[in-house]
């Protein structure tokens, strides 16, 4: 299938969190552009927009960041984009929404990765290990008032991209017609 052909709902179907080896293969600055819109056109809180992002090419922060995180996607990720969140509070009611904010553009990005025909994991969890987060907050200059979420590598997949089984539509939708 050519990518400009994948409809948005080929797109659901074939996302894939994707730990595998990438190919040695750059992705082209177009083509991250494309993808970054499309984390940054996500529905937010209040449209308050508190996600951010790094998107790491650079081949030397690439290494540091996988010896921070290895496996086999981070070792050889042509590049890793990382969402940053802020904390916005409502003034009027106190809401604050910067997870919420943070996984709706996640899930449009990994989209946009899919239909561009590359893979990518969202790596949540394994931010959370260990020291981890400091350690990138100090290898990227993370601002105080941000606050690392995720690591995202990404890249032509090596290997074939599967999404995991999912329970039957009847276990978890109910119509209430
Ligand atoms: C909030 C969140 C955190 C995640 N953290 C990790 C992670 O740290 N490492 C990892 O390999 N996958 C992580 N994943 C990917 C999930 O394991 C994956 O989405 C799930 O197993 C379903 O598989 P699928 O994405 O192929 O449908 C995370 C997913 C989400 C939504």
């Known amino acids: 299938?050519?990518?400009?052909?994948?409809?948005?709902?080929?797109?659901?179907?074939?996302?894939?969190?994707?730990?595998?080896?990438?190919?040695?293969?750059?992705?082209?600055?177009?083509?991250?552009?494309?993808?970054?819109?499309?984390?940054?056109?996500?529905?937010?809180?209040?449209?308050?927009?508190?996600?951010?992002?790094?998107?790491?090419t650079n081949p030397d922060l690439l290494i540091?960041?996988?010896?921070?995180?290895?496996?086999?996607a981070t070792n050889t990720a042509p590049a890793m984009i990382i969402p940053l969140?802020?904390?916005?509070?409502?003034?009027?009611t106190g809401l604050s929404f910067e997870i919420e904010d943070y996984?709706?553009?996640?899930?449009?990005?990994?989209?946009?990765?899919?239909?561009?025909?590359?893979?990518?994991?969202?790596?949540?969890?394994a931010v959370n290990l260990e020291d981890r987060r400091e350690r990138i907050n100090k290898l990227l200059h993370v601002p105080d008032d941000r606050y690392v979420?995720?690591?995202?590598?990404l890249g032509r997949p090596e290997k074939e991209v599967t999404q995991r089984k999912k329970k039957p539509l009847e276990e978890r939708v109910k119509w209430l017609r």
Not at 64 to 69: F, G, N, S, V
Not at 85 to 92: Q, V
């Open 103 to 125: 996984a709706a553009a996640v899930e449009n990005i990994l989209l946009a990765i899919t239909a561009e025909g590359y893979a990518a994991v969202w790596m949540d969890g």
């Open 1 to 56: 299938m050519n990518n400009s052909d994948m409809t948005f709902y080929d797109a659901i179907r074939k996302r894939g969190s994707y730990r595998q080896e990438f190919l040695a293969e750059a992705v082209p600055e177009e083509v991250l552009l494309r993808i970054m819109e499309a984390g940054c056109r996500a529905p937010s809180g209040y449209n308050f927009q508190t996600t951010s992002f790094l998107v790491v």
């Open 85 to 92: 969140s802020s904390k916005k509070k409502s003034p009027k």
């Open 64 to 72: 540091k960041l996988a010896d921070i995180a290895p496996s086999p």
């Open 149 to 153: 979420r995720a690591i995202i590598p």
